[in-house]
């Protein structure tokens, strides 16, 4: 059975409207590409298996070197080996697809990157800027073999579509959250009437159960009637956010400065060991000028509850895993979820999606 997101069950997260599929891919242009590695290594103790994959995310269709985007980033608690940042900090701007994958497996993304980016760009490519952000999904996957290889990153790029795929694909398919199963999450909001839109991709791999916050503190009770002992070292989080409003550097920077309010609401205190990067960008390569101070508000409370809502639709998206050394990490309860948020009165039972949760 699909798994539900937050509004599928009437987990109603924020004010703003949400755009049409609440998802990063709401952003005219930003299309979205997996490869997802699931497979059995022939290995007696099981310490092997395979459970990583990689995601791209393409603010445009065009070529990105030749038609950069304005970008900024974040960098909330800095324990990472992500690629490419410093330069976007500097420049302001991205020249290739973003590429999110685990920890070990960053330099051969980026490289096979850098050779997509040459073979693709008819100008003389002689220094180049790979972005690519990471979290370690060594709990479930073999991550020591660095399974992800050129063919996987390309097939990612190609097949970017508007995809609104979450939870255990791609980058996310070994990621844990909140000791639970985490992965992939997405959420937008219109802003403006609908002029603009404000949409985030989340690569989540972070939290202690304990902690874990949805509407209200929940991961106690969860813990208790899950039997898990939800496990977790601290983790790491990438937060990806998009919009095709025409925001200056400056803004876009005060944008991403949000981003950790959003986190904070499902439960994070971005733990010492936890990498937690926000990387931002505008779609459109032309787009000038920059909006109203006065309209920033709005964007700032877009993100927030974009954010959030990525997050727990990382989570409630997720299925059971059992990796590597039979590790395991389960899906969320959503009965028991929804239980919990009955008790306090937060289910919005007449907008729920699907009756079926």
Known sequence: MKRPRARDVGIKLGELPTGKDNALTD?????????????????????????????????????LYQHKVRA?????NGYGKSVGLPQIRELGEIETPIMLTNTLNVWR?????????????????RSINPVVGECNDGYLNDIQGRHV????????IDSATKDTREGTIGAGVGMSAFGLKGGIGMASRRILEGEYHLGVLVLSNFGRLDNLRICVPVGKQLKEAMHTEGASTDGSIMIIVGTNAPVSYRQLTRILNRVP????????????????????????????GQIDENDLSTFFQA???????????????????IGRKNHKREAISIETLTDILRDHRLLDEKSRHDRSF
């Open 109 to 125: 993304v980026a490289d096979a990157l850098v050779s997509y980016m040459i073979e693709t760009t008819e100008d003389n490519i």
């Open 72 to 76: 900024a980033v974040h960098i909330i």
């Open 261 to 288: 309010h959003g986190l904070a609401r499902t439960g994070s205190v971005s733990h010492h060991e936890s990498g937690d990067f926000a990387i931002g960008f505008v779609s459109d390569p032309e787009g000038k």
């Open 149 to 156: 290889t050129e063919a996987h990153v390309r097939h990612a």
């Open 303 to 321: 993100t927030v509850e974009s954010v959030e809502e990525a997050v727990i639709n990382s989570i409630l998206r997720a299925e059971t895993v």
């Open 27 to 63: 952003v005219p242009s930003v299309k979205i590409g997996h490869t997802s590695l699931i497979k059995e290594v022939n290995d007696v103790k099981a310490t092997k298996a395979i459970r990583t994959g990689v995601t791209a995310i393409l603010p445009h269709d065009r070529n």
